[in-house]
């Protein structure tokens, strides 16, 4: 029985080893998969560090181009609001000058019908028209555009041209 015994025994240690070198060759092919995962990880963490330093690169530019965009905004801004207080105080030079102009036409009209029906006869005197009509003087201001220069020439010629009126009028008062 001892023969039996040592023939099984090593029939058993033989099934033994075949298992043992099936599984040993598995997991050396696991290993070689693992080993070749390995090399593809480390290449797409390499990958992921430098893309996302290169993100990092562009958001440092995004914010220097955002910030840059933001003063040249602000600027843009604050040369819009000057034109516009600029404009405003044109505008209303203007409307005071048209004011002036208009009344010296209102008052020269009645003139010009008594003077077309009857003899010339004084409207009233100087002061009556100087309470009317006062002088207004309109500070030209700084042009600060070619459109701007060309309002203050207009408003100034029309000042110039609403006291030749004025005066004409007086002279014809008195």
Same mark, same amino acid.
């Given at each position: 029985?001892?023969?039996?015994?040592?023939?099984?025994?090593?029939?058993?240690?033989?099934?033994?080893?075949?298992?043992?070198?099936?599984?040993?060759?598995?997991?050396?092919?696991?290993?070689?998969?693992?080993?070749?995962?390995? +090399?593809? #990880?480390?290449?797409?963490?390499?990958? !992921?560090?430098?893309?996302?330093? /290169? %993100? @990092? *690169?562009?958001?440092?530019? =995004?914010? +220097?181009? #955002?910030?840059?965009?933001?003063?040249? !905004?602000?600027?843009?801004?604050? /040369? %819009? @609001? *000057?034109?516009?207080?600029? =404009?405003? +105080?044109?505008?209303?030079?203007?409307?005071?000058?048209?004011?002036?102009?208009?009344?010296?036409?209102?008052?020269?009209?009645?003139?010009?019908?008594?003077?077309?029906?009857?003899?010339?006869?004084?409207?009233?005197?100087?002061?009556?028209?100087?309470?009317?009509?006062?002088?207004?003087?309109?500070?030209?201001?700084?042009?600060?555009?070619?459109?701007?220069?060309?309002?203050?020439?207009?408003?100034?010629?029309?000042?110039?041209?609403?006291e030749r009126a004025l005066?004409?009028?007086?002279?014809?008062?008195?």
């Amino acid at each position: 029985m001892s023969l039996l015994v040592t023939l099984l025994a090593d029939g058993l240690v033989a099934v033994l080893l075949v298992a043992s070198i099936v599984s040993s060759m598995r997991l050396s092919g696991r290993i070689t998969k693992l080993k070749a995962d390995e +090399a593809a #990880l480390r290449q797409t963490i390499g990958d !992921l560090v430098m893309a996302s330093s /290169t %993100a @990092e *690169r562009a958001i440092v530019g =995004l914010r +220097a181009t #955002l910030d840059e965009c933001d003063r040249t !905004l602000a600027d843009r801004l604050g /040369t %819009a @609001e *000057r034109y516009a207080t600029d =404009l405003a +105080a044109h505008v209303e030079a203007g409307e005071t000058v048209i004011a002036r102009i208009a009344s010296i036409v209102a008052q020269a009209a009645p003139t010009r019908e008594i003077a077309r029906t009857s003899a010339p006869a004084p409207l009233a005197e100087p002061r009556n028209l100087e309470r009317v009509v006062p002088p207004v003087r309109v500070a030209p201001a700084a042009p600060s555009s070619p459109n701007g220069e060309r309002l203050g020439v207009a408003a100034a010629a029309a000042l110039a041209m609403s006291e030749r009126a004025l005066g004409r009028l007086r002279s014809k008062a008195a």
